[in-house]
């Protein structure tokens, strides 16, 4: 029993962990802002004083916030320059939550997210070839389509020579 429950506290945790990257720069205030967003930017200082474009999920698509003075944005409310914006604090013209202004950007991606995406690039060798012949051809080994045998130079295999001449 105390096994089952400690299994479904850490799969419950890691869920919310895995969320976490996605809103990373939105910090929730503490004690009685406990009620109040802003958002950190990756250079240490935070959103103020004005209005911001932030594509804090990633989607490629920001939204357009405002911030008071002391760093607060500004929620379901008209902000000093009256403008409306929603309950997640983004401009809207409208309907509350049809009409969120958006703006294409460029996905912007922590340093550890955007080695971790280059990791994952398949690197693709493309063998040189001279005259339709592969330089430095090695069979794949036996079980695989072909006989195993290095064609001479100059030479092409069956499969090769029966797609050259379309009758595949």
């Known amino acids: 029993m105390k096994k089952t429950n400690l299994v479904a506290t850490l799969a419950i945790a890691m869920s919310v962990m895995a969320a976490i990257p996605a ?3 939105w910090n929730m205030g503490q004690g009685e802002n406990s009620n109040r967003w802003w958002y950190g930017n990756e250079d240490g200082s935070w959103c103020h004083s004005g209005w911001f474009w ?4 990633r989607d490629g698509l920001a939204e357009c916030y405002y911030f008071d003075d002391a760093g607060w944005a500004l929620m379901d409310t008209t902000t000093p320059d009256g403008y409306t914006v929603n309950a997640d604090g983004a401009w809207y013209v409208g309907d509350p939550d049809e009409g969120v202004k958006e ?4 996905v912007q991606y922590e340093q550890a997210e955007q080695d971790a995406i280059n990791k994952k690039k398949p690197v693709v060798k493309v063998p040189e070839k001279k005259n339709g012949v592969m330089k430095n051809y090695k069979p794949r080994g036996t079980g695989i389509q072909g006989s195993g045998v290095t064609p001479k130079s100059g030479e092409v295999n069956a499969a090769d020579f029966s797609r050259e001449q379309g009758k595949n």
């Open 54 to 57: 932030l594509d804090g999920n």
């Open 103 to 106: 703006k294409e950007v460029e």
């Open 23 to 25: 809103m990373a720069n």
